[in-house]
């Protein structure tokens, strides 16, 4: 099976600055892969899928890229309300596998 | 409006059996993938199950087994029924719409979540 990692594992940034999340695949998974934002005690929420797609009415300061095996999720712009755990999924294929998860802080 | 809410969960003692339920609206369960995912308190995401728009069905290692995922498409509802609960088995579990083929199944749509907790 295919494992996903992410790093860092955790990360204090402040407002306005410019935060990148790696995922790595264990194989290649070619586009299949998406990220996900899961604030405390809520459920998580569609960002980015196809690598790099938009999910509609998310903010434009996320963004998605990568191919193969390394992808990157960016915040252009840390906002307050971007605080949360964020999670890369492969999908495609069974089984899905998400990563361990990225938590943001603002300092 | 798409919904999908989440029933059957509670404290369970381990080797015993609860059934979850998924009751949908806003799209029909027969004609997407639906799939279930779970997180245990404090950690991170894991996929349990998937049901395919054919019928097809798959499990994590971890579950495979013990639970079975199935849909009722006269109700638009899927239910996850698991066996021989496990202590590990306690997490919050999320009924999740994922596409509609093997080339975009992306889980799009998430339920709230129920909380199903196995104890002595």
């Known amino acids: 099976d295919i494992q996903m990692t992410q790093s860092p594992s955790s990360l204090s940034a402040s407002v306005g600055d410019r935060v990148t999340i790696t995922c790595r695949a264990s194989q290649d998974i070619s586009h299949y892969l998406a990220w996900y934002q899961q604030k405390p005690g809520k459920v998580p929420k569609l960002l980015i899928y196809a690598v790099s797609t938009l999910q509609s009415g998310v903010p434009s300061r996320f963004s998605g890229s990568g191919s193969g095996t390394d992808f990157t999720l960016t915040i252009s712009s840390l906002q307050p309300e971007d605080v949360a755990t964020y999670y890369c999924l492969k999908y495609g294929d069974v089984p899905f596998t998400f990563g361990p998860g990225t938590k943001v802080d603002v300092k | 409006e798409v919904q999908l809410v989440e029933s059957g969960g509670g404290l369970i003692q381990p080797g015993g059996s609860l059934r979850l339920s998924c009751a949908v609206s806003?799209?029909?369960?027969?004609?997407?993938?639906m799939t279930w995912v779970r997180q245990a308190p404090g950690k991170g995401l894991e996929w349990v199950s998937i049901?395919?728009?054919?019928?097809?069905?798959y499990y994590a290692d971890p579950v495979k087994g013990r639970f079975t995922i199935s849909r009722d498409t006269s109700e638009n509802t899927v239910h996850l029924q698991m066996n021989s609960l496990r202590a590990e088995d306690t997490a919050v579990y999320y009924c999740a719409r994922a596409g509609i083929n093997v080339w975009d199944n992306w889980i799009d749509f998430w339920g709230q979540g129920i909380l199903v907790t196995v104890s002595s």
């Open positions: 806003g799209f029909t369960v027969s004609s997407n993938y």
């Open positions: 049901i395919y728009r054919g019928g097809a069905r």
